[in-house]
């Protein structure tokens, strides 16, 4: 199973944040801004029999605008790629869909908004996304492009993950804190019938 850390890119450019005048300086490249990417990546090789390249898969971002904000956009990247493996891509707020859809055998992409009032993020202080794997009872496998060693360590998310080096499992209450101030929360995936 492919696990791609966007941390591991720095030298791998990406341009986006287009709309605003593009990314700060040091920031154009997967290490800062790839995360949608590498899950994107993950996707195609846990669903299909095909692989899509990091550079391939940044070159089809920014051929469909899919950069024009911070980061990646997958309600754009998402059904481009879908399209391209023989893949379903749906959008969902609701955790009982990636509940159906991880427990049929597809794959999501959950949409974390980080720290808000109240509530320090568990997946990332900014927007993330990280590629949902499985679920079981009220725990979520995921493949965390951004994962260190330190990250699940810091005061506030100590103690909320369990932590199986590339896997990291999380309740769902807490997936669903972390996803509620984005819409989509969710990224369906799934093989075509």
């Known amino acids: ?3 791609l850390n966007q941390k591991d890119y720095p030298d791998v450019p990406y341009q986006h944040n287009l709309k605003h005048g593009g990314a700060p300086a040091g920031h154009a490249n997967i290490a800062s801004a790839g995360c949608g990417i590498c899950c994107m990546c993950m996707i195609v ?7 899509l390249s990091l550079t ?5 971002a920014e051929d ?7 980061g990646c956009d997958l309600q754009i990247l998402g059904p481009e790629v879908a399209g391209c493996y023989e893949l379903t891509c749906s959008f969902s707020d609701d955790i009982a ?7 049929s055998g597809g794959r999501a992409v959950a949409n974390s908004g980080g720290d808000q009032a109240g509530h320090i993020g568990l997946l990332s202080h900014g927007g993330h996304y990280v590629v949902l794997t499985a679920v079981e009872n009220d725990r ?4 965390d492009p951004s994962w260190t060693k330190e990250k699940y360590q810091e005061e506030g998310r100590k103690g909320k993950v369990t932590e199986h080096w590339p896997f990291v499992y999380l309740r ?3 997936l669903q804190k972390d996803c509620a101030s984005r819409h989509p ?3 369906l995936f799934a093989r075509k019938k």
């Open 1 to 3: 199973m492919l696990y």
């Open 45 to 51: 090789d846990q669903l299909t029999c095909r692989d």
């Open 56 to 60: 391939d898969c940044r070159d089809l």
């Open 64 to 70: 469909v605008q899919a950069n024009l904000s911070g």
């Open 97 to 103: 869909d990636v509940r159906a859809c991880l427990q």
């Open 140 to 143: 979520y496998c995921c493949l």
């Open 172 to 174: 769902e209450s807490d």
């Open 185 to 187: 929360s969710y990224y």
